[in-house]
């Protein structure tokens, strides 16, 4: 094994390693990062389509968000990247009356856990959004203090933040296994080398679960895919993030906005899931997304679509993360599952994790860890995963 010893390694320059990595560094604990790509958030980051919110029905990931939001609106000011934040809020749209129930029942657990969100009338909605399609229109949700942010601006930002106060990086590197002996970590192994340590965070998204397995672990964490797209920029003309949640078939929900730039991003939810790790995209998915969008806001159906593609979304059974230490494996830290969410929850995770390992972990850091930990059942499913 290499001589180096760094006090921690984060496995993933993504979404959840990257802020994970720098928080750790303003703590001045030595981190090293091991990523098996040609640099910061080429894998599953760069797919991501931007939106940040808060607004989910699990109090950990609207806590965990809340903390995401506050570092993403004020980085331009606190460090002079910009990342084309935007504070567009979310708006997830009712037409029908079981939509209609279950968000009304959903705002007072979001509201408990002190996300800014309100019902608005179908009236209202139609001021915020006035090309919306009317009919049947009755009402949803806003939580005007969500937004979105550019995946690879932000993924950059970070690694020059993480890269000023000392952390070092291995990109084009893979790691072949976390080296144990007894019961903890000592190090871990790559393709290049190996370097020493007592502490290894998982943050390697939709591979993730080998690397657990290396170290006598399991999580169950099952990456399927889903396909995004991007317009040609149009001059502004909507704010926010549109969620439509009702079914149809081959998709659970889809949701759009128009991003700083001017071009409207878009991505739908397949269902069934398309389970495994192929990422080329597909002929179905454009058709799809399109006549759903068009018929939610018919403005859309003169712009023109610039490119597709597809990402992996890290599964777990209930649609929540898995974070903490392991109860087996000492040294062993969970960041993985993030179901999709990394991106928004990245900065919110990363924060908690360094804390934890600091051992500076708060009441509130504790009560999102008990919800996250990874020796819960896995029974039930997010409502607004």
């Not at 994970?20 to 604990?29: D, I, P, S």
């Not at 502490?199 to 390697?204: G, H, S, Y």
Request: aromatic share 8%; net charge neutral; charged share 20%.
């Amino acid at each position: 094994m290499s001589a180096q010893a760094f006090d921690a390694i984060v496995i993933g320059a993504g979404s959840v390693g990257l802020p994970t990595a720098l928080f750790l560094a303003e703590a001045g604990v030595s981190t090293l990062v091991i990523d098996q790509f040609a640099g910061p958030g080429q894998g599953s980051n760069k797919a991501a389509i931007g939106g940040i919110r808060a607004t989910h029905s699990a109090p950990a990931k609207i806590r965990l968000c809340l903390e995401s939001l506050r570092i993403f609106s004020t980085w331009e000011k606190s460090h002079g990247d910009a990342i084309e934040w935007f504070q567009g809020g979310y708006v997830f749209v009712a037409y029908r009356e079981q939509e209609e129930r279950s968000l009304e029942e959903l705002l007072k657990i979001q509201q408990s856990y002190g996300l800014n969100i309100r019902w608005l009338d179908r009236d209202e909605i139609i001021a915020l959004v006035p090309d919306i399609n009317r009919e049947g229109l009755r009402g949803g949700t806003y939580s005007p203090e969500d937004g979105s942010a550019s995946p690879m601006m932000s993924a950059a930002a970070f690694y020059r933040r993480a890269v000023e106060l000392g952390v070092q990086f291995r990109f084009g590197e893979r790691v072949t296994g976390i080296i144990r002996r007894k019961n903890g970590v000592v190090g871990v192994r790559t393709d290049k080398g190996g370097y020493a340590t007592e502490t290894v965070i998982n943050a390697a998204g939709a591979w993730a679960r080998p690397l657990a397995q290396s170290v006598g672990l399991d999580t169950p964490v099952v990456p399927d895919s889903h396909e995004a797209g991007i317009t040609e920029p149009v001059a502004r003309f909507f704010d926010t993030m549109l969620v439509d949640i009702r079914p149809t078939e081959g998709a659970r929900n889809y949701y759009f906005y128009q991003h700083k730039p001017g071009g409207i991003v878009f991505c739908i939810t397949p269902d069934p899931p398309i389970v495994g790790t192929d990422r080329r995209e597909t002929s179905v998915y454009l058709p799809m997304i399109a006549n759903r969008m068009v018929g939610l806001m018919p403005k859309l159906a003169n712009i023109k679509v610039r490119r597709t593609w597809r990402g992996l979304y890290p599964m777990t059974p209930d649609g929540a993360p898995v974070l903490g230490w392991s109860k087996t494996v000492e040294g062993y830290v969970h960041a993985e599952g993030m179901c999709g969410q990394g991106y928004m929850l990245g900065p919110g995770v990363g924060a908690l994790l360094s804390r934890m390992v600091r051992g500076a972990d708060s009441a509130e850091d504790k009560q999102i860890l008990e919800e996250l930990r990874p020796t819960r059942e896995f029974g039930g499913e997010e409502a607004l995963k």
